[in-house]
């Protein structure tokens, strides 16, 4: 009876160093183009890690290398669309979800769980496994701007790439704006992890996995993470979500041990709309009611421009901003209404459960 109370006592513990350290991370303001503070953060861990190799490219994207070959990898993106605030964020748990407060205001803002979560996970990892490779991608959000600067033969002797970056809890994704992500025999391979874990494959929207899918032949994943209402001021993260991704990326890793890689041609997707570019969307929103005078939006139309936020419109069957195609967008918009919503979260009865300093443990035991 005792030891399973030691046992339990152990469990609790080590959820929550990783629970602080996603809080540590939601911390972190890091606005696209203005990650400077989060990647001197992200450095700091890395290279507190016993055996990590690190290299920096042109761009910025951080790579890092741990113990001897082949290697799975896991990559993340360490920007976020949210403003820089003047105030301090403060992380709150509430109900076994995270949010983020302004500490000038006591007002929710958006937690940057996109894609604050995967780089968690990485990190995370990168302290359990005796090999792996990672990279941290700049500028995500504004395009895959950072991936698509990328080095693609540090992905040489790599087996295959997993992101998580994605809302939900559900998704895995093997295929953005009709490119196709991991062969037929990786989708086999995982199959039982995914019934284990719940997972559906799905088509998904643009992230880094899509730039590395288009320069290499390797066998690669986006999944949902356990953020909701991303892009918004009610962004927040689910814990029981979070953790449940990293176990699934912990058994793709610890089970998974062959190289896929996808025979087909894959080719980047060729925007047709005159203010997008290849892989990415331009900072200057296209203002779709233009093209609709009437706006007579339909239901399914309202969705989507909520969801989005962008307000680009649909082409080709995609949103020329997120590349989330219009069966997502609506899915997406009435599965986060009917959860969990935060739109006028009062502090009072809230536990703060941020990190009270800057320290960052070594430590390398597993989240179980």
């Not at 302004?102 to 007002?107: I, R, V």
């Not at 005796?130 to 600067?149: P, Q, R, T, Y």
Request: charged share 25%; glycine share 6%.
């Amino acid at each position: 009876m005792q030891l399973l109370v030691v046992q339990q006592s152990v469990l609790i513990m080590k959820r929550s160093k990783f629970i602080r350290d996603l809080c540590k991370l939601v911390s972190i303001q890091s606005e696209s183009y203005k990650t400077a503070r989060m990647m001197k953060h992200i450095s700091k861990v890395v290279q507190s890690i016993p055996g990590c190799a690190t290299n920096v490219d042109e761009y910025g994207n951080l790579y890092v290398t741990k113990g001897d070959g082949p290697y799975k990898c896991m990559v993340c993106h360490t920007d976020t669309v949210h403003d820089i605030v003047k105030a301090k964020v403060i992380p709150l748990q509430i109900k076994g979800n995270i949010i983020a407060v302004d500490s000038s205001t006591m007002t929710q803002i958006g937690t940057g769980g996109d894609d604050k979560v995967g780089i968690a996970i990485t990190l995370q990892l990168l302290k359990e496994r005796e090999s792996m490779k990672a990279v941290f991608f700049l500028d995500e959000e504004v395009g895959c701007v950072g991936s698509s600067a990328m080095d693609k033969t540090f992905f040489d002797d790599c087996l295959y790439v997993l992101q998580c970056d994605r809302r939900g809890s559900n998704d895995f994704v093997n295929k953005i704006s009709g490119t196709k992500l991991y062969s037929s025999d990786f989708s086999d391979a995982i199959k039982h992890l995914l019934n284990k874990y719940h997972r559906t494959e799905t088509s998904g929207g643009m992230t880094d996995v899509l730039e590395i899918a288009y320069k290499t032949q390797l066998s690669v994943a986006n999944m949902s993470c356990g953020y909701y209402n991303p892009h918004s001021n009610n962004e927040y993260i689910n814990i029981h979500d979070v953790i449940q991704t990293y176990k699934l990326c912990r058994d793709i890793f610890t089970y998974i041990n062959d190289k896929y890689n996808v025979t087909e041609k894959r080719e980047a997707f060729n925007w047709s709309v005159p203010n997008h570019y290849y892989g990415g969307y331009h900072q200057d929103k296209y203002d779709w009611s233009l093209e609709h005078s009437d706006y007579d939006l339909s239901v399914q139309e309202q969705a989507i421009h909520k969801v989005c936020g962008a307000g680009c419109g649909m082409y080709e069957g995609y949103c020329a901003d997120c590349m989330m195609s219009v069966e997502e967008m609506t899915e997406f918009y009435y599965e986060d209404n009917e959860q969990y919503q935060t739109k006028s979260t009062s502090v009072d009865n809230v536990i703060q459960i941020g990190p009270k300093n800057d320290d960052v443990s070594n430590g390398d035991q597993q989240v179980t």
